[in-house]
């Protein structure tokens, strides 16, 4: 898989050994000048005791996918790091193919989570937890409220009778309060969590996402 790249902080003995390896990746020390390519990804490996703890709060702050490679507990405890804000952490001594088989699990299941992460006018939108978030601030959608942003966000400017037929798969002569219903009860939630009165707009009998 090619299109992983390994970057390590920390380690490099560590690094030296992977570069040894045929492991097919891009392999990178510290501050080495990554080529910028939107289908790479990038997974950090840090060594943290080996860190400055300045550059160790740098990396955590980058929404990057990170692997904590640890002796043991002790430098965690002491130092009161958080081990969720890795996605994976493991502990010497490591058996270098099964490494390998981590990364891509890493690499697939980032891929699926990117996917399913939807930006929407400063909102950020995960269609699989189905919630709506924009600074820190999270609400819940249904199934009918995501299924309603996401068609207007691929075809924005809808009236009533084609969103009744591509949301809820009515017949476009079907008269039914179902879109009013859930339009209010959307615009209600978007105002009360982000004080937002225009996250959906009408115009000569429209709709649109406001972006």
Known sequence: MNNISLT?????TFFNLIKEIDFEYNIFFEND?????????????????????SVLTDLLGEN?????LLDNNNYILKNKINLLS???????????????????????????LKK??????????????????KNNIKAKLTEKELKLILTLND??????????KKVWNYNS?????????????????IEKFFNDKNFI?????????KK
């Open 173 to 189: 002569n079907l008269d039914s309060h179902a879109f009013e219903s859930h339009l209010h009860r959307l615009r209600k939630k």
């Open 33 to 53: 000048k990554i080529p910028k390519n939107k289908e790479h990804l990038n997974i950090k490996i840090i060594f943290p005791q080996n860190l400055k703890s």
């Open 8 to 12: 390590i902080f920390g380690s490099r």
């Open 86 to 112: 890795f996605h994976v952490v493991l502990y010497f001594p490591i058996e270098i193919f099964s490494f390998k088989e981590i990364l891509k699990v890493l690499y697939t299941k980032y891929h699926f």
């Open 64 to 68: 990057v996918p990170s692997i904590l």
């Open 116 to 133: 399913s992460n939807i930006i929407i006018n400063h909102y950020n939108i995960d269609s699989n937890q189905k919630i709506i978030f």
């Open 201 to 209: 707009v009408e115009k000569d009998s429209l709709y649109f996402l």
């Open 155 to 164: 075809e924005n400017g809808l009236d009533k009778s084609l969103l009744l």
